[in-house]
């Protein structure tokens, strides 16, 4: 929700209306242009690479970074909660051919998936949130353009958004700081299980603590991945910093 939370506070900020505000403002379009954009950077044509390399020196970037595991695991409740959950009907056919299943608790849903389908159909194939990799971005091309290039950045972990949040709010005199998007990832008044062998349903969240470490190398999500130890090494740096934010780190 971090980088849909930033173009929404911006647009706010800056246009005054909650459409989120295009990075990629065409230069004929208008005489002013923007200070501040947000965008969500792709692993397709090194895009996060491509705007080190053609930014002006002038240019600070501030990129966020979350664990690829963390991100994994929130995605995996997003796309069950949100995608393949909430559609209507007792019984419902979501893409890849999975069978949902739901039934009222009382006052809650319960949504209930076989484990099997979601993890062959949903998981591995990386569909919709699920494929939205840290670790393609943050590439081999990613850090050599950071040394060639010495652009402005500054590296921050998305527990510190907030504290961005309000410093903008302030710069800007927008009061946004209610804005940012939950991070729960999952209604409050659902229950989400998957349906494991033996027939149990387990919670989501009890699932995930027993096999999200695991998912990446048993599915080998990672195939896209180069230059693993530097982000590592990059995400040592973010964390071991007070307030989990770096500034041009590649140049000590």
Request: contains cysteine.
């Amino acid at each position: 929700g971090g980088g849909s939370s930033m173009k929404k506070i911006l647009a706010i900020c800056l246009g005054g209306s909650t459409k989120f505000v295009d990075p990629r403002i065409k230069l004929l379009d208008q005489l002013e242009m923007n200070k501040f954009n947000a965008r969500h950077v792709g692993t397709e044509k090194n895009d996060a690479a491509d705007l080190l390399r053609y930014s002006a020196r002038n240019v600070l970037f501030i990129m966020t970074y979350r664990d690829e595991t963390d991100r994994l695991g929130s995605a995996i409740k997003h796309v069950m909660g949100e995608r393949l959950c909430k559609n209507v009907g007792n019984v419902t056919k979501v893409p890849n051919g999975v069978t949902v299943h739901k039934r009222t608790e009382g006052n809650h849903m319960a949504c209930i998936i076989d484990e099997e389908e979601f993890v062959k159909k949903i998981i591995q194939p990386k569909m919709l949130e699920i494929g939205d990799s840290t670790l393609g971005t943050f590439s081999c091309r990613f850090h050599s353009s950071l040394e060639e290039y010495m652009p402005n950045l500054v590296m921050m972990s998305m527990n510190q958004l907030d504290g961005l949040f309000k410093l903008i709010s302030r710069k800007l005199s927008c009061p946004v700081e209610a804005l940012r998007l939950s991070s729960s990832a999952l209604a409050k008044n659902w229950d989400y299980y998957l349906r494991i062998k033996n027939g149990t349903e387990v919670e989501i969240n009890e699932w995930l603590g027993h096999k999200l470490n695991f998912l990446e190398s048993s599915l080998q999500l990672n195939q896209e991945a180069s230059c693993q130890g530097k982000t590592r090494q990059m995400e040592d740096r973010i964390l071991n910093c007070p307030n989990e934010a770096i500034y041009n780190f590649y140049q000590e």
